[in-house]
């Protein structure tokens, strides 16, 4: 509910005022037109926050809110006033959670906030990189214009992080088929053997591999309890690990200097810092607004740093080049091209050009990194499988020379 305070006057020609509480201001002018008072002033003192509900939703995805911003641009754009686009998108919005969010946000604007203010509150769907973009636009008068880059800038976000989770399933999904076909050999083939090899007498002439396997099986079956225990420590280990402030920042630098993984998350933070700096500059959206803004989706405790350090050192009087290089987050190459921008006075369109080029390179790098993986990862699960096998048959070509002789 928003609080509104109010002006009227009574058909005995007496004037009134107060305050009331209610969803917008359509509602307030029915309470008291039915009291007898005919408002003649109704402004909100407050602002509704209205909690998206979630019946079977996963919330409001990537996909809901590109929608949303596509059809917003081109209503406004069409010259549709901004309460009737809302209310037309929150009727046709297929997602529950995206239709109340939408109506609240309409009832924010018709309670006298801002649109930039009314989204502020929805921190979940509207980040603070889309509200400052969306606040530029309505005082710029382009809300139109920035819609449109912003439903531009979350397409191509979504697709480079679609690049980096398919790079990523494949290995995840071998490692795993790995791990469980080990478990269940180890647990439940070995002993079958073992006890074949034990009726035929031959326990006391096992090979090595066989006699380490069995080894091996006896104790994962003993102390199941500590390999499983192990796993979830490791698990949940580094996941608590990495919520950790200076954890974060350690496990961030590893993987920045993980062979071909670390160059590849390098140059996703390279595509996504200029292509978020490119919109924002081009925007309206002041330079330290922007940095700050940035630094905070960079996902890199590392990089974020590197940003907050050149950010420092603009509001110092520096361009932006010259921290960025002594930061060394960025290649050379990166921050030659944003020191051009600078010195031409293009600096949002040299940044999106670097986007462009870094979003290619990013699609390079996820394709060697899986050629790599391939073999790489079939060569290890063929090969501990294969060892299982060798290891589980040489017995049984002793035995049957045993049984010929």
Not at 223 to 250: D, E, P, Q, S
Not at 251 to 261: G, R, S, Y
Request: charged share 20%; net charge positive; proline share 4%.
């Amino acid at each position: 509910m928003a609080s509104f305070t109010w002006e009227g006057k009574t058909k005995a020609g007496e004037y009134r005022s107060g305050q009331m509480d209610a969803k917008n201001a359509e509602e307030v002018n029915q309470k008291l037109k039915a009291q007898g008072v005919t408002p003649t002033k109704v402004k909100g003192k407050g602002i509704v926050i209205r909690m998206p509900k979630l019946p079977g939703f996963g919330g409001v995805g990537t996909k809901d809110l590109v929608i949303f911003t596509r059809q917003f641009s081109t209503m406004i754009d069409a010259g549709l006033p901004l309460v009737q686009c809302l209310e037309i998108l929150s009727t046709q919005s297929d997602n529950t959670a995206m239709k109340e969010v939408l109506r609240g946000v309409k009832e924010n604007v018709e309670g006298g906030a801002t649109f930039a203010d009314s989204l502020r509150k929805y921190p979940k769907v509207f980040d603070n990189l889309f509200v400052n973009l969306v606040q530029a636009g309505e005082v710029g008068g382009i809300l139109d214009t920035i819609m449109n880059r912003l439903a531009v800038y979350i397409e191509k976000n979504m697709k480079l992080i679609k690049k980096i989770k398919g790079a990523m399933i494949y290995p995840i999904c071998i490692v795993v088929v790995a791990i469980i076909v080990m478990i269940v050999m180890l647990y439940y083939i070995i002993p079958v053997f073992e006890k074949m090899f034990h009726d035929f007498g031959a326990r006391a002439v096992l090979p090595g591999p066989t006699q380490n396997l069995i080894d091996l099986s006896k104790w994962v079956r003993t102390n199941w309890y500590i390999v499983f225990g192990t796993l979830a420590f490791i698990i949940f280990g580094t996941r608590y690990f990495k919520k950790t402030k200076k954890g974060r920042y350690l496990w961030d630098k590893m993987m920045l200097k993980v062979p071909m993984i670390g160059s590849l998350l390098r140059k996703v933070a390279v595509a996504k810092f200029t292509r978020t700096m490119g919109t924002m500059v081009s925007s309206g959206v002041p330079i330290l607004d922007a940095l700050d803004i940035v630094a905070k989706s960079a996902g890199n405790k590392v990089i974020e740093e590197g940003i907050y350090y050149t950010r420092e050192k603009i509001s110092e009087g520096k361009t932006m080049a010259e921290p960025l290089a002594e930061a060394g987050v960025f290649p050379g190459m990166v921050v030659q091209m944003i020191a051009v921008g600078e010195n031409t006075g293009a600096l949002d369109q040299m940044l999106n050009k670097i986007a462009d080029f870094y979003d290619e390179e990013v699609d390079v790098a996820v394709e060697a990194l899986t050629s790599l993986m391939e073999p790489f990862m079939m060569v290890l699960l063929g090969g501990m499988v294969g060892y299982f096998m060798v290891a589980m048959y040489l017995p049984i070509f002793g035995l049957a020379n045993a049984i010929e002789g």
